[in-house]
């Protein structure tokens, strides 16, 4: 089984929709939890940590399932320029406060007008 | 914001050549960098961790004599891959760990490498 699981899509959705994107991750011990955005032949940036609690930052929420080892990824009302790679992110230094982070291949979005 | 350069931004080199690539950290200290690499549709892969002072440590799998890393100032590291072939070629990026940041790391903007 692969750390860090993302369908890869792509997923093609009109403008104003919601999508949900979802991650599993294979290590129990994973503490840190991030969703990337990656544009083409960019470099990825952070779009939102990601709580137990769960989590919103205007269009997006994003929530965790420690049981499950599952997080996801909700983008409401979708905008053209909200089209992307996004990437799921769990962080490897399992206890620690650094470490390398293990990316997802990354979940392929693409909004049309 | 915590910046982070890499240079170049792309290299097209001939095979059997050594490139060099540097990411700095622009306004924060960085005691940690990291080194990944991607290929076309491929996740990040982490190649190396690079502490300033000390030896890099590589992941399984990757070559320390054909990657080479150095970090000799808490604003600078370097990758150089030695003696580059076609399979080398692939997007590296890098990325840093402010100290005043609870895991969050910045990325530079990647170095696209393609070797002839």
Known sequence: ?113 | GAVVSQHPSWVICKSGTSVKIECRSLDFQATTMFWYRQFPKQSLMLMATSNEGSKATYEQGVEKDKFLINHASLTLSTLTVTSAHPEDSSFYICSAHPARTYNEQFFGPGTRLTVL
């Open chain 1, 1 to 113: 089984r692969k750390e860090v699981e993302q369908d890869p899509g792509p997923f093609n959705v009109p403008e104003g929709a919601t999508v949900a994107f979802n991650c599993t991750y294979s290590n129990s011990a994973s503490q840190s939890f991030f969703w990337y955005r990656q544009d083409c032949r960019k470099e990825p940036k952070l779009l939102m940590s990601v709580y137990s609690s769960g989590n919103e930052d205007g269009r997006f929420t994003a929530q965790l399932n420690r049981a499950s080892q599952y997080i996801s990824l909700l983008i409401r009302d979708s905008k053209l320029s909200d089209s992307a790679t996004y990437l799921c992110v769990v962080n490897g230094n399992y206890g620690g406060s650094q470490g390398n982070l293990i990316f997802g291949k990354g979940t392929k979005l693409s909004v049309k007008p």
